[in-house]
């Protein structure tokens, strides 16, 4: 065994990484390294297989108990116990162990540091009782004379005793028992900062396909069936009679009425989809419908009372408040009017499935979105066994919307088109993404670790003293070797479930989304939302799994949650990233003016050079014309021209223009 250069060819006793066991042939001249080489192979995998196999702990026995004489002293009972350097560690018989003067030496080696107060001084103390694995060299022999330039002089010890001895500690021992839950959380990070990322990826999720859908199926009908008639005769009989009223209704009857809002809305808002003769033909079929003008002015009374009442306290989660607020004014301005709003298509066409997209809501998505990305891209950085290796490349190449100043109250502002397939493709990559990260996550928790702990006392007992007098042992809630190891004895009850569900998630193809598909002709089918508004349930083998690894089982030590920094954004930042997101609209429609204007310049630059090219073909002629003309000087008078003669020079000055001659005036002109 090789334990003195480090990993790959040796390492400390606890994690012993190379192993090299003698070979001896015909002829060979056995040396004293030979010998010692194959001892320390064969006792090197017995501890080996003790740390890896059963981990530390008390075997049997080992009991401590008051001892009869009373005072400062205890009696450990025989027994066998493992430390984490997989070193055997037996007691033989019951041994007296003076507590005392194990805490003045503790006291005197740490130079007065002591876990309590003095002996003399009142109050209990609590103290851990340890056994710690020693070795001791005993039965010195005299070597024989070798050929060796420097001998060792006097005897050497020819055997290692295997013994043990105790000390005490403070009672703040450490729990080698591994709960898997504890590894999940290592990956994930701080849970609550990602249970938000994981519900905004939900919200999203709601949401990605309806966004689809409506972007891609503009002018499309969709189809309205014996389930929106009932939602529609159901919801309008609801609001008739509750929808009137004097104030704001009380939080509960605000919600189920804002349910009820949803559910008319969206059944008018597919009706608002067909042209005249298909409302005509929906009338014949459900009958119901012919009452749509009255249900309009129901669902307007119902979001003016709803507009009225104390959003927090009716939605106290912020995620359903706004999605409970794009209802109200969605509702309001694209189904209450007459006919519906025929200028707002995919607002009507968002309405129709049951998932309203306001103004405030798609700015919030462009926020998840950003939120949801960052936190994946920090958690796989910080991965140290990442499986799925071309995640976080895909990760960073989802094209993120930029971030959207808060829009003013009650704004019905329309998107794009545009803009709705850029929020739903990113949603749905990165909502494809948490689930391949959690899947990742989850399944490397299968995988125990290596035990790798300096500290190889094994605890016995918990003690309690007054003064210097013992009186109250513990030992419960030691470690105890159990089967399949004290990391993972408390585990087994969970494992055969997570091996059962880890053949379906684990190594199964990877998840990916599946965009839908509309139908090349006649009416769309889409579901309506269910629950929207309501609870969000985690279901599927995925979240059995992760629910299975993060909740203690009666008994069971709970995860280790991991303490790290979370950094949050300054009030600051945030509005510079606000004042950010105006300028750039204001650079975008500042380029689109200029590459209007270069356009413009471009044709007119274009007609000059077509002009010039004509030019001297007209000119030609008319020069021709000009250079031929008789001398104006020679009618004129002498004098002038005398007159003339006196001036200086001038230089010589272009032709003049030749006047007109008078046109003849025909009979009956008037001059």
């Not at 090197?44 to 740390?51: D, I, M, P, V, Y």
Request: charged share 25%; proline share 9%; net charge negative.
């Amino acid at each position: 065994m090789r334990t003195d250069c480090g990993c790959g060819c040796g390492g400390d006793a606890t994690s012993t990484s190379a192993f090299v066991r003698p070979r001896f042939f015909a002829g060979q001249l056995l040396t004293e390294d030979d010998l010692s080489l194959l001892v320390e192979y064969t006792t090197a995998k017995r501890r080996l297989h003790n740390r890896s196999l059963y981990g530390p702990g008390v075997i049997c026995g080992l009991g401590v108990s008051c001892d009869p004489c009373g005072g400062g002293t205890v009696a450990v009972h025989p027994g066998h116990a493992l430390d984490c350097a997989g070193n055997d560690i037996v007691v033989p018989c019951t041994e007296r162990v003076d507590v005392r003067a194990l805490v003045r030496d503790r006291r005197i080696s740490a130079l007065g540091v002591d876990c309590g107060e003095d002996c003399d001084d009142d109050g209990g103390r609590r103290y851990g009782l340890y056994v710690r694995y020693q070795e001791s060299p005993v039965e010195p022999v005299a070597p024989y004379a070798t050929e060796e330039p420097c001998p060792s002089p006097g005897c050497e010890p020819s055997r290692i005793q295997e013994g043990f001895r105790f000390v005490v500690g403070c009672d703040d021992v450490e729990d080698h028992r591994h709960n898997p839950g504890t590894r999940l959380l290592a990956s994930i990070g701080d849970l609550a900062r990602a249970d938000r990322a994981r519900i905004r990826d939900r919200r999203l999720g709601m949401y990605v396909d309806a966004l689809l859908v409506a972007s891609l199926g503009t002018g499309r009908t969709f189809r309205f069936d014996a389930a929106d008639a009932r939602r529609y005769a159901t919801a309008f009989a609801w609001l008739r009679a509750n929808a009137g009223g004097e104030g704001p209704p009380p939080p509960p009857t605000a919600r189920e009425m804002t349910e009820h809002v949803r559910a008319l809305a969206a059944a008018i808002a597919r009706f608002d989809t067909y042209d005249p003769a298909g409302r005509e033909q929906l009338a014949k079929d459900y009958p119901d419908l012919a009452t749509a003008r009255e249900a309009r002015g129901v669902l307007g009374t119902a979001c003016e009372r709803l507009k009225g009442a104390d959003m927090e306290a009716v939605w106290p989660d912020p995620l359903r408040r706004t999605i409970a607020h794009a209802v109200v004014t969605e509702t309001a301005a694209r189904v209450v009017p007459e006919g519906g709003d025929p200028d707002a298509p995919l607002e009507v066409r968002m309405l129709a499935q049951g998932t309203p997209l306001g103004h405030a809501l798609r700015v919030e998505f462009r926020a998840d979105i950003g939120l949801i990305r960052e936190w994946l891209l920090g958690r796989l950085d910080q991965a140290a066994d990442l499986a799925d290796c071309a995640l976080r490349t895909e990760v960073a190449a989802v094209d993120v919307p930029p971030l959207l100043p808060p829009p003013p109250p009650d704004s019905t502002e329309k998107a794009t088109v545009a803009e709705v397939q850029q929020i739903a493709e990113a949603a749905a990559a990165l909502g494809t993404a948490v689930s391949r990260f959690l899947t990742d996550a989850a399944c490397a928790t299968l995988n125990p670790p290596c035990g790798d702990s300096a500290d190889t006392d094994v605890l016995l007992a918990h003690l309690e003293l007054d003064g210097c007098d013992v009186v109250r042992v513990c030992s419960a809630t030691r470690e105890q070797v159990l089967p399949g190891g004290s990391a993972y004895g408390e585990w087994l009850p969970k494992l055969y479930r997570l091996r059962e569900l880890a053949e379906r998630v684990c190594c199964g193809p990877l998840p990916a989304y599946q965009k839908p598909t509309l139908p090349s002709e006649g009416p769309v089918a889409r579901p309506y939302a269910e629950g929207l508004l309501g609870d969000w349930p985690r279901t599927g083998d995925l979240e059995e799994m992760l629910s299975l690894l993060l909740t203690p089982a009666p008994g069971e030590t709970p995860p280790k949650a991991l303490h790290e920094q979370v950094y949050t954004t300054p009030s600051e930042v945030t509005d510079s990233m606000q004042e950010l997101a105006r300028l750039r609209t204001q650079v975008s429609d500042l380029t689109a003016a200029l590459e209007g204007l270069r356009t413009q310049m471009s044709s007119a630059q274009t007609q000059v050079t077509h002009l010039a090219e004509q030019l001297p073909e007209r000119l030609g002629p008319r020069l021709a014309d000009l250079e031929g003309a008789p001398d104006e000087g020679a009618d004129q008078a002498p004098d002038e021209a005398a007159g003339r003669a006196e001036e200086p020079a001038k230089p010589p000055q272009p032709p003049a223009k030749r006047a007109r001659a008078p046109r003849t005036r025909k009979s009956g002109e008037t001059p």
